[in-house]
């Protein structure tokens, strides 16, 4: 028994453990956009925030999403099956909305309020973590879902601007009454 179990446990060693994955949202590709357009936001090139402040001083920029129930969905090519911790970094900024996140169709976390600093026209970053989520090998998707606003919003051509998505392999729970 003792021989089975250290078999066992070098071979689930050698096996090859999911890697963390991180995507910079400027280089998401954007599988559907049901209100308003995406483009890369050049935010420290175009004066809207400091140098260093997010990474490459660019997003992914979702904008005139004024309609609630507007829909933007990202490509998520997953290469290993498994449970994965899901973090977002945004950013803030006055005429940004609130949104679901959604993976796979399934809702991640609570709904994300981007709207931030209505006296300057700045932007600023921040992070989120959505839980821990199952995704398949290949390509998922990670819509956001426009739910509402803040109501000190700017204006309603609510957008949002994603600088980056990361996933985290989870360790495995165990199987009730395996051992």
């Known amino acids: ?12 060693a050698a096996l090859p453990a999911a890697a ?18 995406t483009t890369v936001w050049k935010m420290e090139e175009e004066g809207f925030a400091e140098p ?14 004024a309609e609630v129930g507007a829909v ?10 498994g449970r994965y911790a899901l973090s977002v970094g945004l950013a ?4 940004f909305g609130r949104f679901q996140f959604l993976v796979n169709g399934k809702k991640a976390g609570d709904p994300v309020d981007m709207y931030g600093h209505p006296e300057v026209d700045a932007a600023s970053p921040f992070s989120v973590t959505l839980g821990t989520v199952p995704l398949a090998a290949g390509e998922n998707v990670l ?13 309603p051509n609510h957008g949002a601007g994603i600088d980056w998505i990361r996933l985290t392999p989870t360790p495995a729970s165990p199987r009730p009454g395996k051992n």
């Not at 994955?21 to 954007?30: H, Q, S």
């Not at 803030?92 to 005429?95: E, F, P, V």
């Open 92 to 95: 803030r900024y006055r005429t």
């Open 72 to 81: 933007l969905e990202l490509a998520l090519p997953v290469e290993k099956a």
């Open 1 to 12: 028994p003792i021989r089975v179990l250290l078999v066992a446990a070098c071979v689930f």
């Open 143 to 155: 819509a956001l879902r426009l739910v509402g606003t803040n109501p000190n919003t700017v204006m």
């Open 52 to 65: 260093g402040l997010f990474s490459g001083g660019t997003s992914l920029y979702w904008h005139d999403a």
């Open 20 to 37: 963390e994955e991180k995507w910079e949202g400027e280089e998401l590709r954007v599988i559907r956009c049901t209100s308003g357009e």
